[in-house]
């Protein structure tokens, strides 16, 4: 995740873009009356003399789906609006949409591969792989210049994310729960064609105009950076006839050799 200098004024617009595209409501509205005027002179109240504390630095805006690890056929759009803490960790805040009016629904963290290899055995299984989401096109940062955008997607190349979310508004492109129900549950990444649902990414192309296939073939030159990953395989059971996406392998069948020809 090292920047060039050539780089850094591309990616200076990326990380100002705050959304982009069409809007994009919420899926659900939670239960309850409407906000009385008293709750609404307190908001205005707070918004002139507290400001938004680390909300202003959440200046990064990424769109694209997620899998439950252990319920995969459960998918949702996902909303990302990110803080790039440091070179190698960002912290995200999930969401329904892009309105006001959008749902929190979850958090992600991304690291760079140098601090994900720093990580226990154990605490790894909780971090998926990134660059199944970038190389098909399905992770987009609306409204950015082509090139910027693709300079954004360069730079989380071979990250990994933890994702847990903690409301389930969304079930593919339906509604989902009304209020944030049951334990947080863990997210996890597309590493092969066929196993996002095509409803969900027809939709959010169409609501947002975006092309995924465009973008999918305006990064082909961002396969050869593309290194070998954890995670990748994961969900192949539950998606037999899932294809692969060039340039997004799995680490440990890259470790794995070749069968040799034996000959008698």
């Not at 660059?131 to 954004?152: D, H, M, R, T, W």
């Not at 190349?157 to 933890?162: C, E, F, I, Q, S």
């Not at 209020?179 to 959010?204: I, K, N, Q, Y």
Request: glycine share 8%; net charge negative; proline share 8%.
């Amino acid at each position: 995740m090292r920047r060039t200098a050539t780089t850094l004024p591309l990616l200076a617009v990326a990380l100002a873009a705050c959304t982009g595209g069409d809007r994009v409501d919420p899926a659900v509205s939670p239960p309850g009356a409407e906000e009385s005027a008293r709750t609404n002179a307190l908001e205005a109240g707070a918004a002139l003399f507290q400001g938004n504390g680390p909300l202003g630095k959440m200046d990064m805006y990424v769109v694209g789906f997620h899998p439950m690890k252990d319920h995969p056929l459960h998918q949702m759009e996902a909303h990302h609006f990110c803080r790039q803490v440091n070179e190698d960790f960002a912290q995200c805040a999930l969401f329904d949409g892009n309105s006001a009016e959008a749902n929190l629904t979850g958090i992600e963290y991304i690291i760079s591969e140098t601090v994900y290899e720093s990580l226990p055995e154990d605490e790894r299984r909780y971090w998926h792989p990134h660059n199944g989401e970038i190389l098909s096109g399905q992770l987009v940062a609306p409204n950015l210049p082509a090139a910027a955008e693709k300079e954004l997607m360069r730079s989380k190349l071979n990250t990994y994310g933890k994702t847990w979310h903690t409301w389930h508004t969304r079930d593919g492109v339906k509604p989902g729960d009304r209020m944030p129900l049951g334990p947080a549950t863990l997210a996890w990444s597309f590493s092969r064609d066929g196993e996002v649902r095509p409803e969900l990414v027809e939709e959010r192309d169409r609501r947002m105009d975006i092309s995924t296939e465009e973008r999918r073939r305006d990064r082909a030159d961002l396969v050869e950076l593309a290194r070998p990953q954890d995670g990748v395989d994961t969900l192949r059971r539950q998606f037999p006839a899932a294809t692969p996406i060039p340039g997004v392998v799995d680490r440990s069948a890259a470790a794995t050799p070749a069968p040799v020809a034996m000959f008698r």
